[in-house]
């Protein structure tokens, strides 16, 4: 199979979402390339495939490994830099995908692509609570749109009032959930915004330690210490974790329903 077939054949198991496949059909063409054009193209496509495959680690290593003699006039960096930044991003490293974007913009400054970049950039300093520059961020994007003034006008004071105090996600502190449970058995649950779960873990513990003390009381001291208080520490241990679980979630779900509005406004601003 000559090279341009082998290729042909990689782009369409690509398309056709038979990613491993086609990985391994590009890893082929990595081997068989003899420019550094063509092994950069290829490293690319098959760290696509690993991204498709939600395998975010192993596209990142794979783009981490093209290396261009001149980044600014080669058409393929923009690209890279972009999947860099989503995949780290979609890895959870969100810090990592906001240098990875700064990066492209401290070389490329009068870069038009930027506005490709901006609204993922926004996600990432949404998911660091980074409320203004995020909005400043929102802003950037729009000014670069082709709309009229009136339009521009109208979007922006969207995005001041999606980013105004009163608006922006009522994000939980995961100490402050765990350190409420230390404190008050269920009042992290309450904190995190779970008060039922927070209600019912209190009344577990309260009941736990209410038998502990009567069988101690009675003189059952074996039986408080290995029923009661053994079964405390798992009730007690468990509600911090559970605490500190739910504070996260939350703040996920929150952060995920904001950047969701978000897409709907780029989408909605870009028609």
Same mark, same amino acid.
């Given at each position: 199979?000559?090279k341009k077939?082998?290729?042909a054949?990689?782009?369409?198991?690509?398309?056709?979402?038979?990613? %491993?496949?086609?990985?391994?059909?590009?890893? @082929?063409?990595?081997?068989?390339?003899?420019?550094?054009g063509?092994?950069?193209l290829?490293?690319?496509?098959?760290?696509?495939? @690993?991204?498709?495959?939600?395998?975010?680690?192993?596209?990142?290593?794979?783009?981490?490994?093209i290396?261009?003699?001149?980044?600014q006039?080669?058409?393929?960096? *923009? %690209?890279?830099? @972009?999947?860099?930044?989503?995949?780290?991003?979609?890895?959870? &490293?969100?810090?990592?995908?906001l240098?990875?974007?700064?990066?492209?913009?401290?070389?490329?400054?009068?870069? +038009?692509?930027?506005?490709?970049?901006l609204?993922?950039? +926004?996600?990432?300093?949404?998911?660091?609570?980074?409320?203004?520059?995020?909005?400043?961020?929102?802003?950037?994007?729009?000014?670069?749109?082709?709309?009229?003034?009136?339009?521009?006008?109208?979007?922006?004071?969207?995005?001041?009032?999606?980013?105004?105090?009163?608006n922006?996600?009522?994000?939980?502190?995961?100490?402050k959930?765990?350190? %409420?449970?230390?404190?008050?058995?269920?009042?992290?649950?309450?904190y995190?915004?779970?008060?039922?779960?927070?209600?019912?873990?209190?009344?577990?513990? $309260?009941?736990?330690?209410?038998f502990? $003390?009567?069988? +101690?009381?009675?003189?059952?001291?074996?039986?408080? @210490?290995?029923?009661?208080?053994?079964?405390?520490?798992?009730?007690y241990?468990?509600?911090?974790?559970?605490? &500190?679980?739910?504070a996260?979630? *939350?703040?996920?779900?929150?952060?995920t329903?904001?950047?969701?509005?978000i897409?709907?406004?780029?989408?909605e601003?870009?028609?």
């Amino acid at each position: 199979m000559n090279k341009k077939t082998a290729a042909a054949n990689a782009d369409s198991l690509f398309l056709s979402g038979n990613y %491993f496949e086609a990985s391994i059909e590009y890893e @082929y063409l990595i081997f068989k390339a003899e420019q550094p054009g063509s092994v950069n193209l290829y490293k690319y496509k098959k760290a696509l495939c @690993y991204k498709k495959l939600n395998n975010y680690n192993r596209a990142l290593e794979e783009l981490q490994t093209i290396y261009f003699d001149n980044p600014q006039n080669d058409s393929l960096y *923009r %690209f890279v830099c @972009y999947e860099q930044a989503l995949c780290f991003y979609l890895n959870g &490293e969100t810090q990592k995908a906001l240098w990875k974007i700064d990066e492209y913009f401290r070389l490329n400054a009068d870069s +038009v692509a930027w506005s490709d970049f901006l609204p993922l950039r +926004v996600f990432c300093l949404n998911q660091n609570y980074q409320w203004n520059e995020a909005r400043q961020c929102l802003l950037s994007f729009i000014q670069m749109q082709n709309l009229t003034p009136e339009s521009k006008t109208e979007l922006e004071h969207l995005i001041n009032e999606m980013y105004n105090r009163k608006n922006i996600p009522k994000i939980r502190s995961v100490k402050k959930a765990e350190l %409420f449970s230390r404190i008050i058995p269920g009042a992290g649950q309450i904190y995190a915004g779970m008060p039922g779960e927070g209600i019912v873990n209190f009344l577990i513990n $309260a009941s736990i330690i209410a038998f502990t $003390a009567h069988q +101690v009381y009675n003189g059952f001291y074996i039986t408080g @210490y290995l029923a009661g208080l053994g079964f405390f520490n798992k009730t007690y241990h468990g509600g911090i974790k559970r605490a &500190e679980a739910i504070a996260v979630d *939350r703040n996920k779900e929150l952060i995920t329903n904001l950047n969701s509005q978000i897409i709907a406004f780029i989408s909605e601003s870009s028609n």
